[in-house]
């Protein structure tokens, strides 16, 4: 058993063995996803150490609590403890049998958050542990409102389902992709933020408008854009009489630009552009110098092996103060100023 004060999921000091601690939803994921299934009793199948239950007995009247490994089951019960959460039954069994369905069968909602196996390259919702194809299958005759946490990189050409994707990012990264079915499904794409709970629903917005690149560039938070929401960020925006307009994207990055500085909780970044060049390193180089430029920070799709000798190439003889962010997109080449 370890106790863990070193990561920064949870504000207190919670039990687990390392695995559990690993599958273990963060605090603030966890809080944020409780919120939005508040009910009068939720069931969590494959519940963990309770990372996601201590937050759903906060907001929940009942909670039940079901995995069949005894020893994160008795891990969730000293967190519930430590949390100081008493209205959490906990069910050592498997989320898949008649026995627990039977016990559980008064709840309001279904949640799971499945385990990934580490060895699988692809990602199908059937392997996921306690699958969710077969938690649907037993469970929606009696409970059709259900959610579930799915890998945020599986392609939407594999969840076929009937349900609102809502894809979270957590401090500019991708965290994961929640599934809501049933009542719970309020649209069927939508994007949040944390910290700041902000979110973005799939709306009738009109496309978002391509421009040249102007003064400032945006880098969207990565669940509007795995969300397919950046139509929806530019409508959003334009009824708060701020204008976005989409620049340039590849598999890595999506840019949008302004020519006016616009805020939003939903861009991860805001640039200043203070140049651009072709892929030329000794162009590259002028404009470095010119701009007074100290550090250089490598957005390009380069072999990573590469990146740190041509980090040290550019880097080599600049004696400024600023750090500049260099976007690439094939051969156009980008130099901005990070702005927060
Ligand atoms: C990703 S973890 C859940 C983590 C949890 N949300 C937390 O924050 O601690 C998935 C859990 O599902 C459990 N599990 C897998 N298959 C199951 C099944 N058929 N029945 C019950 N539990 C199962 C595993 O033992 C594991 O604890």
Request: glycine content about 4%.
């Amino acid at each position: 058993m370890t106790r863990d004060k070193r990561t920064t999921k949870f504000t207190k000091p919670i039990v687990s063995n390392k695995e559990g601690l690993q599958l273990a939803t963060p605090e603030i994921v966890a809080k944020y996803i409780a919120k939005r299934l508040k009910t009068n009793i939720i069931a969590d199948l494959g519940c963990g150490i309770a990372g996601q239950v201590i937050f759903f007995a906060r907001e929940c009247r009942k909670v039940y609590a079901v995995d069949k490994d005894p020893e994160k089951l008795h891990y969730a019960k000293e967190n519930c403890r430590l949390y100081g959460v008493d209205n959490v039954e906990f069910i050592l069994g498997d989320a898949l049998s008649p026995e627990v369905k039977e016990k559980v069968s008064d709840a309001d909602i279904i949640f799971s958050d499945p385990a990934r196996p580490l060895s699988e390259k692809e990602r199908t919702l059937e392997t996921l542990k306690p699958p969710i194809t077969e938690i649907i299958k037993i469970y929606s005759d009696i409970i059709p409102d259900l959610a579930f946490h799915a890998p945020p990189q599986m392609p939407p050409e594999r969840l076929k389902l009937d349900c609102e994707r809502e894809y979270l990012s957590l401090n500019g990264q991708l965290n994961r992709l929640t599934l809501y079915m049933g009542s719970l499904k309020c649209c069927d794409r939508s994007a949040v933020v944390l910290p700041g709970e902000k979110r973005l629903c799939i709306s009738d917005a009109s496309h978002i408008k391509e421009s040249q690149l102007c003064e400032y560039v945006y880098e969207p938070e990565p669940s509007v854009v795995k969300a397919g929401l950046l139509d929806d960020l530019a409508g959003t925006l334009a009824h708060e009489q701020k204008e976005i307009f989409f620049f340039k994207s590849d598999e890595r990055r999506t840019l949008l630009t302004a020519p006016m500085l616009v805020k939003s909780q939903f861009f991860k970044d805001i640039y200043r552009v203070v140049g651009r060049t072709e892929m030329d390193m000794a162009k590259l180089k002028i404009v470095l110098r010119s701009q007074n430029a100290k550090n250089v920070v490598l957005r390009l799709d380069i072999d990573p092996g590469k990146y740190w000798d041509m980090r040290k190439t550019l880097e080599d003889g600049l004696n400024g103060t600023r750090t500049l962010h260099i976007f690439g997109f094939g051969n156009d080449l980008i130099m901005c100023e990070k702005l927060r």
